[in-house]
């Protein structure tokens, strides 16, 4: 085990650094930029049942120190991800990856993970019950206990693998849903989310966001993120994968000291398409600087 | 991707050409890779998000864009006086040059125009009779025109107003010509208006929003004939066949 090594229920990890869902395609495009075995993980696009072409443009909008986005879960669906993505990944990755999944009813989540389980790239399953770009799917599920807990459940019993539930930032109590799903069987959680914006076109008077509403991600979320994994990570007995504004090595070690086991770079991968890259030579130098042996002796250890 | 490099570029000039319109050269590696009609990804400081623009001309290490400061991220751009820019290059398809024929007739809009330079010089190279029509609202407006004639290209010039050249749009100047092919980028009015008037199969340089510039956030997608496209990655430029006009 190197000193970068990292454990995600029973997952050994490189590196605790994955490349976050919709940031980073199905990987295999930026293995033209870098030698992507480098990362921990990676975690591919939200797949859903059938193919999703998304939501109007415009579907981006740029914030203060992040951005509004508003995909709408466009993915070619599952089957061709089994037949035409993960084929061209398993060519340029070799280690277990993360798989997305997202659905607009129980049962539609579990076939998704039913039809994924038996691929052997596949390390865990990340539960997206918190899209806030869809409607009917995606964060309908993250903003009630019981249908997290269901959803947690009806995943799992189809699925040989860990699975995580990726929770929304977007509710009242994040701490009650990361339970809930506990309860549910649910191996980890991910979060967070993006944060539900808005930004209005002064000029047009109207929204920039052709979906009107979209989720912010970027440094301008970190805080936000760092508090709701320091929470939730301090009141489950599972592990934490940290998410939201990463965009360093410091951030990283702040994000695991808060509570997360590994973290996912999400928006930063667009402004920096190789700070993934940036972030695993620079961990080892900035560890050294703060006198940490180990990543994994820091989990949680915020005073 | 292919041909995607980052690296820090130079700024060597970046001059004001016209009415809102600023020319900059930057000097740096990686610039002989770039095809006509591809764009480079700006990094501008405080910004998140980088600025997609489309590359003007290229000559060994040398690179031109022209843009034209309309938001935050360009106007701060055109306030740079040197240092450097880190870059995203090489992205996107650019323009098909082999389907040009003989007589290619090349139509650019506004801030449209810049990608048709580096396409013309190209073509010019290959001989091709290149034919140009470049469109803006009024006089002060106007660059690159001597430009294009210096590369042996017959021009015209159309303004809205009438201030200069032709009065009206370059669709209507279209009217005059007999071409094998056309190659188009401008406003979306403009571009809709050739697809109307056009006589020949041809290409569009598209212009979207968009998030990462390099294929990864799925923000920039449009509709075609045969499913979802990204402007950045499948684009900027469509062939006119696939293309779906929305109203």
Redesign the interface.
């Known amino acids: 085990m190197g000193r970068l090594s990292v454990s995600l229920a029973g997952l050994e990890l490189d590196n605790p650094i994955i490349p976050a869902s919709g940031t980073f395609g199905y990987g295999y495009e930026f293995a033209e930029l870098y030698d992507i075995d480098i990362l921990g993980s990676l975690a591919f696009k939200t797949t859903t049942l059938n193919k999703r072409y998304g939501n109007p443009t415009p579907r981006i909008a740029e914030t203060a120190s992040g951005m509004l986005n508003a995909i709408g879960l466009q993915n070619p669906g599952v089957d061709k991800v089994i037949e035409e993505e993960l084929p061209k990944l398993r060519n340029c990755f070799h280690k277990p990856i993360v798989a997305n999944i997202s659905g607009f009813s129980v049962e539609e989540y579990k076939e998704v993970a039913r039809r994924l389980n038996g691929q052997e790239q596949i390390g865990l399953f990340e539960v997206n019950v918190s899209c806030p770009n869809v409607s009917g799917g995606g964060i309908h599920f993250g903003n009630d206990p019981a249908l997290a807990k269901e959803v947690t459940a009806a995943v799992k019993s189809v699925s040989d693998k860990p699975v995580f539930i990726k929770l929304s930032p977007n509710v009242t109590d994040i701490v009650a849903i990361a339970k809930a799903c506990q309860e549910g069987g649910a191996d980890g959680l991910s979060l967070i989310n993006t944060l539900i914006g808005m930004r209005i076109d002064l000029k047009k008077r109207a929204p920039v966001i052709a979906n009107v509403t979209g989720g912010l991600s970027g440094p301008a979320i970190f805080p936000v993120a760092l508090r709701m994994v320091y929470q939730v990570s301090r009141a489950v007995d599972i592990p934490v994968i940290g998410i939201g504004g990463i965009g360093s090595a410091r951030d990283v070690i702040e994000m695991m000291l808060a509570g997360a086991s590994a973290v996912e770079v999400g928006a930063a991968n667009f402004a920096d398409p190789f700070i993934c890259k940036k972030i695993i030579e620079e961990l080892p130098v900035v560890m050294d600087e703060l006198g940490i042996e180990n990543i994994r002796d820091i989990i949680g250890g915020c005073k | 991707?292919?041909d995607?490099k980052?690296s820090l570029f130079e700024i060597s000039e970046n001059k004001q050409i016209a009415l809102n319109t600023y020319r900059m050269k930057l000097r740096g590696e990686g610039p002989e890779a770039v095809r006509p009609g591809q764009f480079v990804n700006v990094?501008l400081q405080p910004?998140?998000?980088?600025r997609p623009i489309s590359v003007c001309d290229v000559n060994e290490d040398e690179l031109t864009l022209i843009y034209k400061a309309v938001g935050e991220?360009t106007k701060a751009m055109s306030k740079l006086k040197d240092g450097t820019l880190d870059l995203?290059t090489g992205l996107g398809n650019g323009y098909d040059l082999s389907r040009s024929g003989e007589r290619p007739l090349l139509i650019g809009g506004g801030v449209g125009v810049p990608p048709l330079y580096l396409l013309a010089k190209e073509l010019r190279k290959q001989e091709k009779h290149v034919q140009v029509i470049l469109g803006f609202n009024k006089k002060d407006e106007i660059f690159m025109e001597k430009e294009f004639k210096d590369l042996g290209c017959k021009v015209i010039v159309t303004t809205a107003d009438g201030s200069y050249g032709i009065k009206g749009f370059v669709s209507d100047a279209m009217k005059d010509f007999e071409y094998s092919y056309f190659y188009s980028c401008g406003p979306m009015p403009m571009l809709k208006a050739v697809d109307k008037t056009a006589k020949s199969e041809g290409e569009f340089s598209f212009e979207?929003?968009?998030?990462?510039g390099?294929?990864?956030?799925?923000?920039?997608?449009?509709?075609v004939k045969d499913?979802?496209k990204r402007v950045c990655k499948e684009g900027p430029v469509f062939e006119r066949k696939e293309i779906l006009w929305e109203d």
């Open positions: 991707m292919r995607m980052q990094k910004f998140f998000l980088r991220g995203l979207e929003r968009m998030g990462c390099f294929g990864a956030c799925m923000g920039c997608s449009i509709k499913g979802y």
